[in-house]
Structures are given as C-alpha cells and as structure tokens.
T-cell receptor, first 114, second 115 residues
Framework: AQSVTQPDIHITVSEGASLELRCNYSYGATPYLFWYVQSPGQGLQLLLKYFSGDTLVQGIKGFEAEFKRSQSSFNLRKPSVHWSDAAEYFCAVGARGSNYKLTFGKGTLLTVNP | EAQVTQNPRYLITVTGKKLTVTCSQNMNHEYMSWYRQDPGLGLRQIYYSMNVEVTDKGDVPEGYKVSRKEKRNFPLILESPSPNQTSLYFC??????????????FGPGTRLLVL
C-alpha cells in the first residue's frame, strides 16, 4: 500500500525567504506524485505533478518540486515566498495502473511573516 | 467554466437524520471520488467511482453510501449521520491522461456538523 509522510506539521518563514516543504512517499514502483495547496476556507488547487521523465517539475505560482527516487522524496520549493503563499500544502501519491487511489499526506501549514 | 460543484457548502444536522451531499462535474470525467478532511489526518478517501454504476470503497467507507447513475453526478449519502462524521468533505473528479495518470480536480468542500 502507498503512503505519504510530510514531516513538518507547521513551518514559518519570512516573506522573501526561500521555502522547502518535505514529502516522503512509500510505494513499490515509480509513483505519480502531486502537490496541492489549500488556502483558508478554500478547496484544493493542484500546484504541480510528476509523471515521469525530468525529475525537476515546474508548477504554478513559482513552485517547483524535485523527485528523488533514491530518497523516496518529492520536496516542494520556492525561491522567494510571498505573503499570499500562506496556506496548507498537501503532498499526494497515486498508484500507476488500474488503481486510481490517491493517498494524501497530513499536510504542512505554512505561515509567512511580513 | 470547468468545475466541480458541491451542495450544500455548509450543513448542520442532528444524529440520525438522513442527508445527501451532491457533487456534479461538467468535464465529462470518468472518475469521481469523495474525501473527508479532518485536522491532523489530511484527506482520506471515502468512496470512488470509475464510471457509471461502478463504485468501490476507499479507506473510510463506514457510514456512507454513494451512487453513480449519471456520469456527471456522484452524491454522498449519510443514512444515519453520527457526530464522528462531522468533517469537511471534498468531491473530486479526474480524467485519465495519455500516461494513465489521474489528475484530480476538487470541489469547494462541504462543511458538515452533526449534533
């Protein structure tokens, strides 16, 4: 069975600082990987996804993530955080083949200080 | 506009009173799913459907029912709600891209309080 671990429950950064949110997954083969963002009171918005190929994936809002098979990780990064990035971020893993299950991590809450 | 809609957005009810949360998508997606989100637990899948009349249990199906009579609709039914079903519920739909990947699009959520 697949699983996702987001080790950081809450991260606080200053506006303009760089950001890295950690995500580790467990899956027997190469997974599909996603990052979603949830702003307060809102639904989930897809930031980026990894299918295959280039391990550095670019997403919306200036985010990127890197798939590292050897570390079973898919960390999300942004070089300069804006106050509007304050939200909760979820990493998710999807199984390939006929299994349509998407498993989410428990989320990392990002606070941005002015 | 391509979207997933849910109704109602907010609902307060009492234990045992049957309720239905509707979900509709206008993207002609085959796959639809229901999740619940609870603090500290992230999103957990309740049920999913791969097409009309095809549904299956997710991780936390107890106390819920679903049906898929039309491709665009996937209602979530709580026959006898209990307080432990107080949660934020999300419906999602997805297509299967050329790689077979599921890219899920989420509705705005339904916040349910069961007294």
């Amino acid at each position: 069975a697949q699983s996702v671990t987001q080790p950081d429950i809450h991260i606080t950064v200053s506006e303009g600082a760089s950001l890295e949110l950690r995500c580790n997954y467990s899956y027997g083969a190469t997974p599909y990987l996603f990052w979603y963002v949830q702003s307060p009171g809102q639904g989930l918005q897809l930031l980026l996804k990894y299918f295959s190929g280039d391990t550095l994936v670019q997403g919306i809002k200036g985010f990127e993530a890197e798939f590292k098979r050897s570390q079973s990780s898919f960390n999300l990064r942004k070089p300069s955080v804006h106050w509007s990035d304050a939200a909760e971020y979820f990493c998710a893993v999807g199984a390939r083949g006929s299994n349509y299950k998407l498993t989410f991590g428990k989320g990392t809450l990002l606070t941005v200080n002015p | 506009e391509a979207q997933v809609t849910q109704n109602p957005r907010y609902l307060i009810t009492v234990t045992g009173k049957k309720l239905t949360v509707t979900c509709s998508q206008n993207m002609n997606h085959e796959y639809m799913s229901w999740y619940r989100q609870d603090p500290g637990l992230g999103l957990r899948q309740i049920y999913y459907s791969m097409n009309v009349e095809v549904t299956d249990k997710g991780d936390v199906p107890e106390g819920y029912k679903v049906s898929r009579k039309e491709k665009r609709n996937f209602p979530l039914i709580l026959e006898s709600p209990s307080p432990n079903q107080t949660s934020l519920y999300f419906c999602a739909s997805s297509f299967t891209g050329t790689s077979g990947l599921q890219t899920q699009y989420f509705g705005p959520g339904t916040r349910l309080l069961v007294l």
